[in-house]
């Protein structure tokens, strides 16, 4: 491929420098459409959340806005991000495990729709917030289902010591919490959250969760009386970044989750009224590219490295989760293989390795390589280590790009520090 979003990746390299973090427009809109599309049901309303954490800026959230779906905050950043993008913000849901006074002051100021609440302490720092107040919020109790998927396993465990959520076998915890924000009219108990993992290839797992989730929202209905409506079961659909990898098509996994909760639901009375699901990672994955110029190459005993003009500060995937990334060089798509290559950051650190081993034709300075996957958990998890500047983002649709983020200066780092040399 030497385009993304039919403009010339050269020329992309030319215009914005590197390194730069380029969306295809049209990608980002293929997946939104698809899981808007296929995340439907007769029986429940239906809803999709975007986790922004995996890609937060305003131009990605007024797409979202666009394709008519919910936004998941988990930080007045991204909650102000949000309200910037004009976003409507009764369609947010506030997650998070510690969510400050002032952050859950702003959510209440700015008309967050929904509150993800994560434990006892946070229940009663809203319920003293919101009392005697004419603010309304909706509410959601995350729950922790024992589950935990992550890449190719899922294991059903009693793990009940995560920092997310209630664990579902501590109901007496839980049943305080919904009593807790039951005893106030300003907020509205709607349901149970639960994320069980990232990068999730097994759709058993999503069954897995819904039947524990659907059988703990009746048991909260009969045993209780709680009026529990709402159900939401996180994201992590997985991405490609490698050929190891096998998602499962989107279609597919929204297929299998509505059956098995019309299902579910149908056992229970259809006491469930809506269900929602939160995609981060499988929306903005693949729709993403970094495009770095090639620097020294340098010859070790059992290496050949290329050096990129970035690293582990605009991509900490590699180092933090030993992430797999498949790459090109911008031209050179149809070269022969010439070697195996590591490509390396410009970081000091030695783990600031982007890709371990890469077969690739020769590589030459002022080549550019093409990192294939790079939209989710990349720019959002950026660092200003060694104090490079945060790279810019363009979206490309149809021939045309737009940055929708500057890159930063070397005056933007100093910003906010005080200039007295001798104070
Ligand atoms: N909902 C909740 C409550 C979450 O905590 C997350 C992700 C998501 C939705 C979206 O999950 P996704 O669909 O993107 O898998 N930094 C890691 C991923 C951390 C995910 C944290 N929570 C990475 O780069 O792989």
Same mark, same amino acid.
């Given at each position: 491929?030497?385009?993304?979003? =039919? ?9 914005? =420098? ?32 975007? !986790? ?54 702003? @959510?209440?100021?700015?008309?967050? *729709? ?8 946070? !229940? ?14 909706? @509410? ?17 465990? !009693? ?17 305080? #919490? ?108 693949? @729709? ?6 090639? =620097? ?42 010439? *070697?195996?290559?590591?490509? @390396? *950051? ?16 020769? #590589? ?13 958990? =990349? ?12 790279? !810019? ?5 149809? *021939?045309?790009?737009?940055? #929708? ?19």
């Amino acid at each position: 491929m030497s385009e993304i979003g =039919g403009m010339n990746i050269l020329t992309l390299a030319q215009t914005y =420098g590197t390194p730069l973090a380029v969306y295809d427009e049209g990608a980002l809109r293929d997946k939104l459409k698809s899981f808007t599309e296929h995340f439907r049901s007769d029986s429940f309303k239906t809803d999709v959340v975007y !986790a922004s954490k995996a890609f937060n800026c305003m131009a990605m959230i007024q797409l979202i806005e666009e394709y008519g779906c919910c936004l998941d905050v988990v930080s007045g950043g991204e909650l102000y991000t949000a309200y910037k993008a004009g976003y409507d913000c009764s369609k947010i849901f506030f997650h998070g495990n510690n969510k400050t006074p002032a952050e859950i002051k702003m @959510a209440l100021d700015l008309g967050v *729709g929904t509150i993800v609440l994560d434990n006892e302490m946070e !229940a009663a720092e809203l319920v003293r917030q919101i009392s005697g107040t004419d603010k309304k919020i909706n @509410a959601y109790l995350r729950v922790n289902p024992g589950i935990e998927a992550h890449t190719h396993k899922y294991i059903v465990t !009693a793990h009940v010591d995560s920092k997310f959520g209630i664990s579902m076998l501590d109901e007496e915890d839980i049943v305080n #919490v919904i009593r807790m924000v039951s005893s106030t009219d300003n907020i509205t108990f709607e349901g149970i959250h639960a994320h069980i993992g990232s990068q999730i290839f097994d759709k058993k797992a999503y069954s897995e969760l819904v039947k524990k989730m659907f059988a703990f929202a009746s048991k909260l209905k009969n045993e209780y009386g709680f009026d529990v409506t709402g159900v939401n079961l996180g994201g992590g659909f997985a991405a490609y970044y490698t050929d190891e990898d096998h998602p499962i098509p989107v279609d597919e996994v929204c297929a299998e989750i509505i059956r098995t909760c019309e299902e579910e639901n149908a056992k229970n009375g259809n006491q469930i009224t809506r269900v929602l699901i939160e995609p981060g990672r499988s929306i903005v994955a693949e @729709a993403g590219y970094n495009l770095y110029t090639i =620097g020294y190459i340098k010859k070790t005993p059992n290496k050949l490295y290329a050096f990129v003009d970035g690293g582990m500060s605009d991509n900490i995937r590699p180092a933090l989760y030993q992430a797999k990334y498949d790459a090109f060089i911008a031209g050179k798509e149809n070269d022969e293989v010439s *070697g195996t290559y590591t490509i @390396a *950051g410009k970081c000091c650190e030695s783990g600031d390795i982007l890709i371990q081993s890469i077969a690739l034709p020769e #590589v030459k300075t002022g080549d550019i390589l093409v990192m294939k996957t790079t939209g989710a958990y =990349g720019y959002s998890m950026a660092s200003h280590y060694n104090k490079l500047p945060l790279p !810019a983002v363009v979206f490309v649709k149809d *021939g045309t790009a737009r940055e #929708v983020i500057e890159r930063e200066t070397y005056e933007h780092l100093i910003s906010l520090e005080k200039q007295e040399v001798n104070p």
